[in-house]
Structure formats: structure tokens, C-alpha cells
């Protein structure tokens, strides 16, 4: 009887483990679900802002400028609604595309925006009253992941300055060296008869989505306004990461 006992006890003993080591496993998996979903989540909800923010912004400094002086100078304004109208329609199509890939598993993916196209960024922001003056140096090599995130800061940066600041300056600088990538933007701030109206820090959840970009790469972000007046952008890479 005694042995039947131990031979029992053992095996309940044994099962006993390996249910509750099963049940530990299934938790990890869950948690481990769960951390995925929330960072695709997150990931989703930057790619949308970006998207969103920047075009908006586009369209709303646009449409103030037709309103401003329709009456006075109808062909400036018929410049402004064009903006307007190309800016709807590539902003429709990039969220087309994304909703796209969400909806459909294998749906097909646009190109990823990389350095090549910070040229564009200029263009537009110049469209909002907005001079950029670009300088990209030494790029070569980097990782699609990596352009993406300095295309997303540098998106978000100048869509700050034409939301807050137009019509304005602004200096765009994306070096990378052994060490480090350097991403800054500055720009001079609006004109003096819209300052007293400009408060606070801009950029909101765009400037929490920079903060994550930089952090997904263990770099650096700071922000804030030059004490000569306007604002700075200041990012910082690790070029080990970024390869």
C-alpha cells in the first residue's frame, strides 16, 4: 500500500509540475502577445500621425493663405488651392495604402520614404511658406529602418515649423559619421507680428513620436526654443544601430 502511495504521489507530483509549468508558459505567450500588439499598435498610431499631421498642416496653412487674399490676388489664391487640392490627393492615396496593408494580410507595400525623398519634405514646406535649407551628408549604408525614422523626425519637425512658424526659415542638417547620426532642425521662428500669438511648445504627440523614433534606436532627442528666437530639433543616433 505504502509503495502504491509513493508510486501515486510521485505521479501527481510530477503532473502537478508540469501543469503548472504549462500554465507559466501560456502566461509568457500571452504577455508576449500582448507587448507585440501593443507596440504594432504604436507603430500604427506614429505612421498615421505622421501622415496625417503633416498634410493637414499643409492643407490648413494653404487654405488660410486663399482665404487671406482671395479677393485681393485671385491667382495666388488659385496657387494655394492647388496646393491644397495635390496635397488631398497625395495624402488620400498614402492613406489608402496603409489602411490597405492593415486590412488585407499580403496586401502590397509602397515604397518605404527614405533620404532620397527629404528633398520633397523641402518642396512642400516651401509650398507653405516655408524655406528650407537642406544639407544631407555622408548617408551611404544606412539601414531602411534607420531612414525611416530620420524621414519620420525630420516630417514632423518641419511640419511643426509650418504649422507654428510659417512663413519662416529653416535649416535641416543629416550627417552621419563613425560615431554618431545627427539630425537637426532649426528654424527662425515667425515673423515678428505673429509672436505674441505663439505660446508654448509645438508638435504635441509629434514631438512624443520623435522622442520614441530616437529611443527605438538608443539615441537622444532634445527640444526646445533658441534663445535668438525660434526652435530646434536635435537628435542623436548611434551609427552602430543604424547600419
Not at 487640392?85 to 489608402?96: D, G, V
Amino acid at each position: 500500500a505504502g509503495l502504491v502511495l509513493l508510486v501515486i504521489g510521485g505521479a501527481w507530483g510530477m503532473g502537478f509540475t508540469v501543469r503548472a509549468r504549462r500554465a507559466e508558459a501560456a502566461r509568457e505567450q500571452r504577455r508576449r502577445s500582448e507587448r507585440a500588439l501593443d507596440e504594432e499598435r504604436l507603430r500604427i498610431a506614429r505612421e498615421l500621425h505622421d501622415i496625417v499631421s503633416h498634410n493637414l498642416s499643409l492643407i490648413a496653412v494653404k487654405a488660410g493663405v486663399a482665404g487671406h487674399v482671395a479677393e485681393a490676388d485671385p491667382r495666388e489664391a488659385r496657387a494655394a488651392l492647388k496646393v491644397i487640392e495635390e496635397t488631398s490627393r497625395s495624402a488620400l492615396a498614402e492613406m489608402r495604402r496603409t489602411l490597405g496593408v492593415l486590412r488585407t494580410e499580403g496586401a502590397p507595400l509602397g515604397p518605404v520614404p527614405g533620404l532620397d525623398r527629404l528633398d520633397l519634405l523641402a518642396e512642400e514646406a516651401h509650398r507653405a511658406g516655408v524655406d528650407v535649407d537642406l544639407t544631407v551628408h555622408a548617408v551611404e549604408g544606412l539601414a531602411q529602418g534607420a531612414q525611416l525614422t530620420i524621414y519620420r523626425i525630420v516630417q514632423e519637425a518641419i511640419t511643426n515649423v509650418v504649422r507654428h512658424a510659417a512663413p519662416t526659415r529653416c535649416q535641416v542638417t543629416v550627417e552621419v559619421d563613425t560615431r554618431e547620426v545627427r539630425i537637426d532642425i532649426m528654424d527662425e521662428g515667425p515673423p515678428s507680428a505673429l509672436r505674441q500669438s505663439v505660446h508654448g511648445l509645438p508638435g504635441g504627440h509629434g514631438l512624443l513620436g520623435m522622442r520614441e523614433r530616437a529611443m527605438m534606436y538608443g539615441g537622444s532627442f532634445e527640444a526646445g526654443p533658441r534663445p535668438e528666437g525660434g526652435f530646434a530639433v536635435s537628435v542623436r543616433l548611434p551609427a552602430e544601430g543604424t547600419q
